[in-house]
């Protein structure tokens, strides 16, 4: 039989993955397509901008480097700017400039050959933060979070790495709208079903075209089907 330790695909960001083991969310989406095949692991963190989440990118990845045998971190997700947004006088506040430091940060810790978190097998896809409804939310700004969304795709272009752009997709799925984008946003800052769909489709068409020796179609069995198992 193959060996009983599935590598991962490891979620991290804030509420907006925090929440998405809800149905039809990212993570339970993700979890279901790679049964047997790779682990989901979510650690999204409630709250939490980009220099908040540095030290724990790093307490998990030094998970990985501790032990041997532990599972392989095949894809990382980063997913952060919509605390960041958060209009000042907000705790939650990172300027832009400094929000575009910290995902350069989070994305060396992992593929800086100096890192001692180095991880070349690791894919990393980036994720913008989603556009949020003022309307339902009146503490957010909309422009303040589509500028954040344009940092991340801007942080993407530059370290040459895939970028779901969700903020563009739900924005445009939304007839370009403010207002409309309840449709995607149960409050008017989280995704709900409906917008957790436009970011999985987004995630997996990367995989697809960027990524696609660990699409699910592509990867075997950890253990083999049971019409294989040698029979008595």
Not at 4 to 11: A, D, M, P, R
Not at 81 to 92: E, I, K, L, R
Not at 183 to 194: M, P, R
Request: glycine share 4%; proline share 8%.
């Amino acid at each position: 039989m193959a060996a009983n330790v599935q590598n991962v695909i490891v979620l991290f960001g804030d509420s907006l993955t925090q929440w998405s083991w809800r149905t039809g969310g990212l993570a339970q989406r993700l979890a279901a397509d790679y049964a047997r095949k790779l682990d989901v692991l979510n650690r999204g963190i409630n709250g939490y901008q980009t220099k908040w989440a540095i030290p724990v990118l790093k307490q998990i990845s030094a998970k990985q480097h501790e032990q041997l045998h532990v599972p392989k971190v095949e894809l990382l997700t980063i997913w952060f700017g919509a605390n960041d947004a958060a209009p000042p006088p907000s705790p939650q506040h990172v300027s832009r400039d400094e929000y575009m430091q910290n995902l350069t940060y989070l994305i060396d810790t992992i593929r800086s050959p100096t890192s001692p978190h180095y991880s070349p097998r690791t894919r990393i896809i980036l994720i913008t933060p989603p556009p949020v409804n003022s309307f339902q939310r009146p503490e957010r700004n909309f422009d303040m979070t589509k500028s954040y969304a344009e940092a991340a795709k801007t942080t993407g272009a530059a370290l040459r790495l895939p970028v779901a752009d969700v903020w563009t997709e739900i924005w445009e799925a939304s007839g370009k709208d403010e207002k409309a984008l309840e449709k995607y946003l149960c409050d008017g800052l989280h995704l709900n079903a409906a917008g957790y769909e436009i970011v999985y489709n987004s995630v997996m068409s990367i995989i697809e075209e960027k990524y696609p020796e660990i699409h699910y179609d592509k990867l075997p069995m950890t253990f083999p089907p049971w019409a294989e198992i040698p029979k008595d």
